[in-house]
């Protein structure tokens, strides 16, 4: 069992995104030529930054969820301009669609997800907070709205209640599973774009708890530790190779699934990552049939929390971080002042004998940029002041404040 949770994590978080091609899973209906290539970019956009993030967090759990972090990134690219919409939409794998497509796509995607399974509770919201002194561009929200269901609020950034307004949405769009987003708002943060997602479905065939027995979770190091292992047998999809084995578990109605990559216990989980290409993956969901397995899995609890910055630069999008480069007259007429100041990801999940219950959320960050010349003071420390008269030098008044009074 060495290291299949990160697979089982991974795996459940990616399948929110597309639909097992059981013969048992229909879907309610057929995806549109738009909505296929928005799936596969968004599939490929997702294990290409698991694979980023694992070479970058190393033997550590990983959880995200790519549709979160591509649907807080799909809104904010209606902001951006010129290349740094190009690069937004390189790393997105969605060069080759118009934004019209893209916006339609994301829009029938959310439909379609929220709806395609009644067993299975599986909630998504976006919105969109603004600092209500900053001339951004009513056009832009609107897309937004139109497209996304974006909630568009603007608040005075520089009153403490505000961070606690956006943190109690992230509250009730995570059903309590993520408190907070945000830990303070900078003096120079302007926007926050930010999706947040909660899933929570049952097995279609649950986990007896009277076989769940303690046993042993081995390591990367080969070391061990303490778990409460989950057994069942049953008829499931499965696959297996020279390399791994995969099992697909379904909730509900058998439209959500959660599948589960196994390296054998001779091969490195990351070079088994490293192989977790679009076209590999594409090709291994192919060649599952069902068959009787025997199955023990780990009972879990994780919250994991990321900063993305590094993996999206990495991953193609740097322009739109870079001062003096990034274009995001999309959004504001002073968008050449605006870049991305941090994109940050949250997530949670909790798998047991019932099913599963995860939730996630991204917030992308707008801040200004530091141009070449630019100079900012922030004075919130004792400072001097003096008032005086320039023509004949006289100081009219001077005076030191520690302690600025109302």
């Known amino acids: 069992m060495r290291n299949i949770l990160y697979l089982i994590v991974f795996s459940f978080l990616l399948f929110i995104s597309s639909c097992s091609e059981s013969t048992e899973n229909i879907p309610v209906r057929q995806l549109t030529n738009d909505e296929k290539q928005l799936v596969s970019s968004g599939n490929n956009f997702g294990l290409k930054l698991f694979r980023e993030v694992n070479r970058e967090e190393g033997d550590k759990n990983i959880v995200i969820s790519p549709l979160s972090v591509s649907m807080a990134l799909g809104m904010t690219v209606n902001g951006a301009a010129g290349s740094t919409r190009d690069s937004m939409l390189y790393t997105l794998d969605m060069i080759g669609l118009t934004m019209d497509h893209v916006n339609s796509s994301y829009k029938s995607l959310i439909n379609l997800l929220l709806h395609i399974d009644s067993k299975v509770q599986f909630e998504l919201a976006n919105s969109i907070w603004y600092r209500n002194t900053f001339p951004f561009e009513q056009s832009f929200f609107n897309l937004c709205g139109n497209y996304f269901n974006a909630q568009v609020t603007g608040l005075n950034f520089?009153?403490?209640?505000?961070?606690?307004?956006?943190?109690?949405?992230?509250?009730?769009?995570?059903?309590g599973k993520i408190k907070e987003i945000i830990d303070n708002i900078n003096p120079l943060s302007m926007m926050f774009l930010i999706n947040a997602i909660y899933f929570k479905g049952n097995w279609s065939n649950k986990f007896d708890t009277n076989k769940t027995k303690d046993n042993k979770f081995y390591l990367i190091d080969g070391s061990s530790k303490d778990c409460r292992m989950m057994n069942q047998k049953a008829y499931l999809p499965y696959f297996s190779n020279e390399e791994f084995q995969a099992v697909d578990l379904q909730y509900g109605n058998k439209n959500y699934s959660m599948t589960i990559f196994l390296p054998k216990s001779d091969k490195n989980i990351n070079d088994f990552i490293n192989e977790l290409t679009d076209d590999n993956y594409t090709e291994w969901l192919t060649r599952f049939t069902s068959d009787s397995v025997t199955i023990s899995m780990p009972k879990y609890k994780i919250e994991y929390e990321l900063k993305l910055n590094d993996a999206l630069k990495n991953l193609g999008m740097s322009i739109a971080f870079e001062d003096g480069k990034a274009d995001?007259?999309?959004?504001?007429?002073?968008?050449?002042?605006?870049?991305?100041?941090?994109?940050?990801?949250?997530?949670?999940?909790?798998?047991?004998?019932?099913?599963?219950?995860?939730?996630?959320?991204?917030?992308?960050?707008?801040?200004?940029?530091?141009?070449?010349g630019d100079i900012i003071i922030r004075i919130d420390r004792p400072f001097v002041f003096v008032i005086r008269e320039k023509n004949s030098g006289s100081i009219v008044f001077i005076g030191k404040i520690v302690e600025p009074l109302n």
């Open 158 to 175: 520089d009153d403490p209640a505000s961070k606690d307004i956006i943190n109690n949405w992230v509250n009730t769009n995570t059903k």
């Open 328 to 372: 995001f007259t999309g959004m504001s007429e002073l968008g050449r002042l605006l870049i991305i100041s941090e994109v940050k990801h949250k997530t949670f999940i909790k798998v047991d004998e019932e099913g599963t219950e995860a939730a996630a959320v991204t917030s992308v960050e707008m801040g200004p940029t530091s141009l070449p």
